[in-house]
């Protein structure tokens, strides 16, 4: 019989395999904002159709609502459909089918691109932006016969770069 109390206690050996590296930190990708486009220029069905009737032709799978976005991504398209189809003062529609801030967001809603709630939210933003200068409404500061084209798209990018801090 072998006497262990005079060995010395044994250790464990060190392991053969490399030591793991800390796993590195991953950092989620950055959301990719959808490019944002102005809708073409509905059909005479599209506007003829009463909105509950496409809705009701969308649930039986007929028609092909849009999806409606969210208020900086309504500001957002509202500005490009300024930039298709022409922007305007004093007239929701003018007869060269150019357009006023209203009258494309009233394009955009009624095309379903956009929520009555979200048009809403959209023109709170652009009223707070716009609060900062002025205390008319935004229809009636588009109509100021000194309104200039780059002045409604600042107000139109500030209130979307405002409602995306916000996360809307």
């Given at each position: 019989m072998t006497d262990t109390s005079?060995?010395?206690?044994?250790t464990a050996s060190p392991s053969a395999a490399p030591a793991r590296a800390p796993r590195p930190t991953v950092r989620p990708a950055p959301a990719v904002q959808p490019v944002i486009t102005a809708p073409d220029w509905p059909s005479r069905w599209h506007l003829l159709i009463p909105?509950?009737?496409?809705?009701?032709a969308a649930a039986l799978g007929l028609w092909q609502n849009p999806t409606p976005l969210k208020?900086?991504?309504h500001l957002t398209q509202t500005l490009a459909v300024?930039?298709?189809?022409g922007?305007?003062?004093?007239?929701?529609?003018s007869p060269?089918?150019?357009m006023c801030i209203r009258g494309a967001q009233t394009l955009l809603e009624r095309?379903?691109?956009?929520?009555?709630?979200?048009?809403?939210?959209?023109v709170d933003y652009m009223q707070h932006t716009l609060s900062k200068v002025t205390d008319l409404p935004f229809h009636a500061w588009n109509d100021l016969p000194e309104r200039t084209f780059p002045q409604?798209?600042?107000?139109?990018?500030?209130?979307?770069?405002?409602?995306?801090?916000?996360?809307?």
């Amino acid at each position: 019989m072998t006497d262990t109390s005079t060995q010395a206690p044994r250790t464990a050996s060190p392991s053969a395999a490399p030591a793991r590296a800390p796993r590195p930190t991953v950092r989620p990708a950055p959301a990719v904002q959808p490019v944002i486009t102005a809708p073409d220029w509905p059909s005479r069905w599209h506007l003829l159709i009463p909105t509950s009737l496409r809705n009701q032709a969308a649930a039986l799978g007929l028609w092909q609502n849009p999806t409606p976005l969210k208020p900086s991504d309504h500001l957002t398209q509202t500005l490009a459909v300024l930039d298709r189809y022409g922007w305007c003062r004093s007239l929701d529609f003018s007869p060269t089918g150019r357009m006023c801030i209203r009258g494309a967001q009233t394009l955009l809603e009624r095309t379903g691109h956009v929520t009555p709630a979200s048009r809403a939210r959209a023109v709170d933003y652009m009223q707070h932006t716009l609060s900062k200068v002025t205390d008319l409404p935004f229809h009636a500061w588009n109509d100021l016969p000194e309104r200039t084209f780059p002045q409604v798209t600042h107000l139109i990018t500030a209130s979307a770069t405002h409602a995306r801090t916000h996360g809307e």
